[in-house]
């Protein structure tokens, strides 16, 4: 368990004659209707923050916030300092009289004007102004004109994310099988006649012998070799 600096969600206590053990306990407020709020874990007790001009009565770790008080307005408290924080609202620094309480010298602090025009009311609470990170407005108009000569990138990146329509991915798919089947209409025959020719010189061929056999007569032996088979022919005059 975190304790608050402040000691609003849990009080810490050393007794006088134990120096090492320290005693947690849990902040206990009496609500103005007579309730009692704890300050656990994950648990609230959000009331109005409120000056207290005499001293708060304690018993234990129970405070009675039953006392002579003022009010800040618009201001809230809690166990945890951001949680009475973000439920609180800026009116007490509308309001002169209120702004009083709060600092010693009103000379060096203006009331905020309430009549210049704004999305935020005076009750809005801090947690919606953190919301809308205190700005009035966002314009989101742009340039690029006016963005490169003032910036003067060395690079620019965009991508571009669109839905392609069913139209446009038929005529892409024809377009693609068109030039696919000129391309092998081109190409086939070309590859068909390298092959034949490397077939025809890993694969065949001839010799050519002319024999004398006899007076006037010439016999051509031909020698033909296709994967290792043999054929003779004999031609006569």
Same mark, same amino acid.
């Given at each position: 368990m975190? &304790?608050?600096g402040?000691?609003t969600?849990?009080?810490?206590?050393?007794?006088?004659?134990? %120096?090492?053990?320290?005693? &947690?306990?849990?902040?206990?407020?009496?609500?103005?209707?007579?309730?009692?709020?704890?300050?656990?874990?994950?648990?609230?007790?959000?009331?109005?923050?409120?000056?207290?001009?005499?001293?708060?009565?304690? $018993?234990?770790?129970v405070?009675?916030?039953?006392?002579?008080k003022?009010?800040?307005?618009g201001?809230?408290?809690?166990?945890?300092?951001?949680n009475?924080?973000?439920?609180? %609202?800026?009116?007490?620094?509308?309001?002169?009289?209120?702004?009083?309480?709060?600092?010693?010298?009103?000379?060096?602090?203006?009331?905020?004007?309430a009549? &210049?025009?704004?999305?935020?009311? $005076?009750?809005?609470?801090?947690?919606?102004?953190?919301n809308?990170?205190?700005?009035?407005?966002i314009?989101?108009?742009?340039?690029?004109?006016?963005?490169?000569?003032?910036? +003067?990138?060395?690079?620019?990146?965009?991508?571009y994310?669109?839905?392609?329509?069913?139209?446009? $991915? $038929?005529?892409?798919? &024809?377009?693609?099988?068109?030039?696919?089947?000129?391309?092998?209409?081109?190409?086939i025959?070309?590859? +068909?006649?390298?092959?034949?020719?490397?077939?025809r010189?890993?694969?065949?061929?001839?010799?050519?012998?002319?024999?004398?056999?006899?007076?006037?007569?010439?016999?051509?032996?031909?020698y %033909?070799?296709?994967?290792?088979?043999?054929?003779?022919?004999v031609c006569?005059?």
């Amino acid at each position: 368990m975190f &304790i608050i600096g402040l000691g609003t969600n849990a009080v810490a206590t050393i007794p006088s004659n134990v %120096t090492n053990i320290a005693s &947690i306990s849990t902040t206990v407020y009496e609500m103005m209707d007579g309730s009692l709020c704890y300050c656990l874990a994950g648990k609230t007790c959000s009331m109005p923050a409120a000056i207290y001009w005499d001293v708060v009565e304690q $018993i234990g770790n129970v405070y009675s916030i039953n006392r002579n008080k003022t009010l800040v307005r618009g201001m809230q408290t809690d166990c945890f300092v951001a949680n009475g924080l973000f439920s609180s %609202t800026l009116e007490c620094y509308y309001d002169s009289s209120c702004l009083e309480l709060l600092v010693s010298n009103t000379t060096a602090f203006t009331p905020l004007n309430a009549t &210049i025009p704004s999305k935020f009311s $005076i009750d809005s609470r801090v947690q919606d102004l953190m919301n809308e990170l205190m700005l009035e407005e966002i314009d989101s108009s742009y340039s690029l004109e006016m963005y490169y000569p003032h910036c +003067a990138p060395l690079t620019c990146m965009y991508s571009y994310t669109h839905r392609v329509e069913l139209l446009t $991915i $038929i005529t892409s798919i &024809i377009g693609l099988v068109g030039g696919l089947n000129t391309n092998l209409i081109l190409i086939i025959p070309l590859i +068909a006649d390298i092959m034949l020719i490397i077939k025809r010189k890993l694969f065949v061929s001839s010799t050519n012998e002319l024999v004398q056999a006899a007076p006037g007569r010439i016999i051509l032996i031909s020698y %033909t070799t296709i994967h290792e088979a043999s054929k003779k022919k004999v031609c006569h005059p």
